[in-house]
Structures are given as structure tokens and as C-alpha cells.
């Protein structure tokens, strides 16, 4: 496997528990009721996952931020470097600190 | 409870219909990137690239280049959920939407 997939696994792996276990799902559950409700047919399954999705990719979108701004200060041109996806990897892990409470509790 | 036509709340309205515009065919381009070739000349997918690239551009600045294209796309479709759940937020605590008013 690609070193660089080990980066993927990981940065995957917070966004997946930050995504079920955070304490702000039921706040972006309501949210998703409002905005979701008719195109996910009024189901509260798919609204749940829909709004666990976008918890998890809005914690690897964050996480990735300071990553992207360290590739433009270091002038990256086509891909990122090893350091930039450590940054993105930490910056998932920090923003799934809040769920790490819920996930050891509960467990997967 | 409280219920508001359309009229009444354009200023909320208009914005969240162009998020919404702009999201589902982020969505759309997405799905439609596993059949067509990026260069493609077939109009829909052209249109489709014609309403996101401007977005795309803006969300690019803030992602690592390592992210392939149609993670991009789906990054972008989750991006503009956020900003149309920032855009709710801010309007009800700023009071101008209720609950039931939207």
C-alpha cells in the first residue's frame, strides 16, 4: 500500500468518528430536517446519516485547511507534500477531540 | 408557529434557492464526472461546470492539492450545505427567521 494512503486511512478514520459521535449531531440533525427533509423524502434514517456525513466531511473539509494554506505558503505546485498531509491529518484529529468522549464511552 | 410567504423572507429565500441551485449541481456533476470526460463538449456537463467552477475556484484556495477532482466536487457540495446552515443560523439569531417562518 502506498505511504501516502496511510494518511487517507487516517485522516478517513476522524472524520468517520467525528462524524457519529459528536456532540453538535443532534443541532446539525434539526438543520438537516429543515434544509433535507424533501430531497431525502422526509426519512429521519437518511436525514441521521446525511447529517453524520456532512459532520464527517466537514471535519476532514476544516481539517484540510491549514494544510491547503501551508501548500500555498510553500509554493506546492501539483500535489501536496508529506508535511501538508500531516498538517491535515493533526488538524482532522484536533477537531475530533470533542467526540473522543462519546467514542470511548460508546465504542464502535 | 408562524408561517411567511415567499415575498415576505426573499432576502432569506433568493440566497438559500442560489446555495441550493449551486449544491444539487455540484451533486449532479459529480455523478455525471463518472460517465463524461472532464474536456467534454456535451452541453449539460459544460453547464454544469459553468455554475460550479466559480465556487470551485474559491474552495480550492482552502484544500490540499492532494484531494482528486471528484472529492473536490463533493467537498464543494458540502461546503455549500455549511453555508446554507450558516446562512439559517445567522437569520434566526439575528430574529428575522422563526421557528415555523421558513
Redesign the interface.
Known amino acids: 500500500m502506498n505511504e501516502r494512503s496511510f494518511y487517507y486511512i487516517g485522516i478517513a478514520f476522524f472524520g468517520m468518528i467525528n462524524g457519529i459521535f459528536n456532540p453538535l449531531f443532534f443541532f446539525v440533525f434539526q438543520i438537516s430536517v429543515y434544509l433535507m427533509a424533501e430531497p431525502l423524502f422526509g426519512s429521519t434514517a437518511a436525514i441521521a446519516y446525511f447529517s453524520s456525513l456532512m459532520l464527517s466531511t466537514g471535519t476532514v473539509i476544516l481539517g484540510g485547511i491549514p494544510a491547503a494554506l501551508y501548500e500555498r505558503f510553500i509554493g506546492a505546485k501539483n500535489d501536496s507534500t508529506v508535511t501538508s498531509l500531516w498538517i491535515w491529518l493533526a488538524g482532522t484529529a484536533i477537531l475530533t477531540l470533542p467526540a473522543i468522549g462519546n467514542f470511548l464511552a460508546i465504542g464502535l | 408557529m408562524q408561517t411567511a410567504s415567499f415575498w415576505s423572507l426573499w432576502y432569506f429565500h433568493v440566497p438559500n434557492f442560489i446555495l441550493a441551485v449551486v449544491m ?1 449541481t455540484m451533486l449532479g456533476r459529480a455523478l455525471l464526472g463518472l460517465f463524461v470526460e472532464h474536456d467534454s463538449t456535451n452541453y449539460i456537463w459544460r453547464g454544469f461546470c459553468a455554475i460550479t467552477d466559480p465556487f470551485l475556484k474559491v474552495f480550492a ?7 482528486a477532482p471528484v472529492v473536490q466536487w ?2 464543494g457540495f ?2 455549500l ?2 453555508l ?2 450558516l446562512l ?2 445567522v437569520f434566526f439569531s439575528l430574529g428575522i427567521l422563526r421557528v415555523g417562518a ?1
Open positions: 444539487y484556495l482552502v484544500t490540499p492539492k492532494a484531494t463533493l467537498f458540502v461546503w450545505f455549511w446554507r446552515v439559517l443560523v421558513a
